[in-house]
């Protein structure tokens, strides 16, 4: 069984496009709390910007990595197609099991629901609200993308112009509070260095604010010269996020200090209301629906991606893995990812969704990244039209991580990496199961 034919998309993503999906899918709402936390691990304002751009550096090795597999299969599917040429068809299922039928529509529908909180909270609305705002959301955005990857790629840039502007504003009131005193930000008691311990528990939520940069790989299939505009697109965009997530920490820390953003529930909220009071609070919670209702219209889109060559390949039904002709979209794909989703985000349920995918999140970074050295050895002859830089050690440096990463989520919460473990599991036998439901209804 193959893939999709590449000819089953229109190449309709554009250089600009990419690299907005690239930002797009990163920066959600992680940046504007994440820090907090940070915060409450570490002893001074130096360590916080060391670790976000240690952080940085480290999802920047993945991203380069997943620019040369990008530009090798510029196909849709990303990490299911590589996993599957690879390594075969059980791993890739049992990524298509894990992420696009659990956490994908999981995210979503989580991200939609703080889009819904957030939103609510600015118009002042009650909270039953939420859920039918969530579920609202969803379903406009799917609407959207069933008109074709151009409309979609519309509201995308749209919202992440928005969310960029919002960096911007904290950035600038950061600035401002500062007055003229930057140099404050780094002063401590404490200059010793940073304890393995304090390192690892601190990294970890800044990795995870650091994710969503293979969303572009699911719609590899719809990128215009993808072999230049991918790499281009990969590094540039996760460049520009680690810029940002920087100077945005330099404003809370500017804004607020360690101690009161280590104290802090909503860093944005907070620095923003220093200088304008609640409109700042206020339009804070407008910027971060705007960049939560982002981030939700690029996971429909490449969940439904990823869905709709799982279905062409015969690993889910092939009803799902239509293309329409006249809009080049996976509308039977998109209508299925959001009906899911949707019924996530009004049941609730998908907290723990989230939380037992996990690990098969961090381990399909890091066995899709592993296929780099599978295509290096075998394909030798196949000389790719982009080669990541500082190969083996770029990706080596990125799978080497995620031994880290996940040691430390076990370490803190060993029932849902042990739950993480029993769904990926749980894949074997649907795998086994499915594929004995389809030589029955194939003879």
């Excluded at 919670?285 to 705007?290: K, Q, T």
């Amino acid at each position: 069984m193959t893939a999709p034919a590449s000819g089953a998309y229109a190449r309709r993503l554009g250089p600009w496009d990419a690299a907005m999906i690239v930002i797009g899918g990163v920066i959600g709402a992680g940046i504007f709390r994440t820090p907090a936390t940070v915060a409450e691990r570490t002893d001074a304002g130096w360590q916080i910007l060391l670790l976000w751009t240690v952080g940085g550096l480290l999802t920047l090795a993945g991203a380069l990595s997943y620019a040369e597999l990008g530009a090798r299969r510029p196909q849709a599917g990303g990490t299911y197609i590589y996993l599957r040429e690879a390594f075969g068809q059980l791993p890739a299922f049992l990524f298509g099991w894990t992420m696009a039928l659990i956490n994908y529509p999981g995210s979503i529908a989580a991200v939609a629901t703080t889009f819904a909180d957030y939103l609510c909270t600015a118009l002042a609305l009650p909270p039953y609200w939420i859920k039918p705002v969530a579920a609202g959301a969803i379903a406009f955005l799917v609407g959207v993308n069933l008109f074709g990857i151009r409309a979609g790629a519309w509201v995308q840039n749209l919202f992440t112009l928005l969310k960029l502007g919002v960096v911007v504003m904290l950035v600038v009131v950061g600035l401002v509070l500062a007055r003229g005193h930057l140099g404050g930000i780094l002063e401590t008691d404490a200059m010793h260095p940073v304890s393995a311990g304090t390192f690892v528990s601190a990294i970890v939520p800044v990795l995870f604010t650091y994710g969503g940069f293979h969303y572009l790989n699911d719609l590899a299939g719809e990128v215009r010269d993808p072999h230049r505009t991918l790499p281009r697109a990969l590094a540039m965009g996760m460049v520009g996020v680690v810029l940002c997530y920087v100077l945005v920490n330099v404003a809370y820390l500017a804004g607020l200090g360690h101690a009161g953003l280590a104290g802090s529930r909503a860093p944005a909220a907070d620095l923003m209301s220093r200088l304008f009071g609640a409109g700042g609070a206020t339009l804070v919670a407008v910027g971060i629906a705007c960049s939560t209702f982002g981030y939700c219209n690029i996971a429909i889109a490449g969940g439904a991606r990823v869905l709709q060559t799982m279905g062409a390949d015969g690993m889910f039904f092939r009803a799902v893995g239509r293309v329409e002709p006249r809009t080049r979209a996976p509308q039977v794909a998109l209508l299925a990812l959001g009906a899911w989703a949707i019924a996530l985000a009004l049941s609730g349920s998908f907290g723990q969704l989230l939380n037992y995918t996990t690990v098969g999140e961090w381990l399909s970074h890091a066995f899709g990244i592993a296929t780099l050295f599978w295509y290096r050895r075998v394909l030798a002859d196949e000389p790719p039209p982009y080669r990541v830089p500082g190969y083996p050690w770029v990706p080596l440096l990125f799978v080497l991580t995620v031994p880290g990463v996940l040691l430390a989520t076990a370490l803190d919460n060993p029932h849902d990496v042990g739950m993480s473990l029993v769904v990926i599991a749980l894949g074997v036998p649907v795998y086994a199961a499915w594929r004995a439901w389809l030589r029955r209804t194939e003879r």
